[in-house]
Every structure is written in C-alpha cells, then in structure tokens.
Nanobody, 124 residues
Framework: QVQLVESGGGLVQAGGSLRLSCAAS????????MGWFRQAPGKEREFVAAITWSGSSMHYRDSVKGRFTISRDNNKNTVYLQMTTLKPEDTAVYYC?????????????????WGQGTQVTVSS
C-alpha cells in the first residue's frame, strides 16, 4: 500500500501562486507515475497534470499549460504542483494520484492510489 498526503492548499488572490506537495509513504519502491486532479463544486473531477516516474515526461490539461508545473523529487518521495497566475476558475479540491501506467493516468479511472485532497481557493 502507498499513502499519499497533499499539502499546500489555501486561499490566494487571482494572479497569485501556490505550490502543492504530495508526500508518498508506504511501499514507495514501486515505479509509479504521479498526477494531479481537481474537482470544483458541482463538477466532475478533471485531470490537471502528470509526470513519469523518472520525471522525464509531463502532460498537462490545456487550461493550465504555461501556468502550472509538475515536478517530483524521488529522494523525498514527493511530487509538486507549482501553480502561478491563478484564476478563480482554478478553485477546486486538488487530489494527488499514483498509477503504475503513465499513459493511462490522466484518464483518472481505476488509479492505484489517491490522496485525500487539499482545497485551493482563488478569489477575484
């Protein structure tokens, strides 16, 4: 089992920045790809960003390209989501996920592990 714990959420004004962290513990020896998803009130959960185990490839949803950056530090078993130029429509609960297959992670279906989520609120 792998446990994922997100942190770094909060309230920020539009145009501001936040960095989310997702710390993995447990059987972290597996080579999982990692990703971030978000769910706004009344909306379905959506993919935000993903990164391979090695960190060599990343994938983003179009609306966050150029504003969000996903990265990971395998020595710390932690994945990050640097968010800049935040917009009110970025307001959501952000979830970290781990999955054995990078190419299917962003579909968000039957993923191996999920975190509990962290709230991000962007005020206008």
């Amino acid at each position: 089992q792998v446990q994922l714990v997100e942190s770094g959420g909060g309230l920020v004004q539009a145009g501001g920045s936040l960095r989310l962290s997702c710390a993995a513990s447990g059987r972290t020896g597996s080579s999982h790809a990692m990703g971030w998803f978000r769910q706004a009130p009344g909306k379905e959960r959506e993919f935000v960003a993903a990164i391979t185990w090695s960190g060599s490839s990343m994938h983003y949803r179009d609306s966050v390209k150029g504003r969000f950056t996903i990265s990971r530090d395998n020595n710390k078993n932690t994945v990050y989501l640097q968010m800049t130029t935040l917009k009110p429509e970025d307001t959501a609960v952000y979830y970290c996920a781990a999955h054995r297959t990078y190419s299917t992670l962003w579909y968000g279906v039957d993923l191996d592990y999920w975190g509990q989520g962290t709230q991000v609120t962007v005020s206008s």
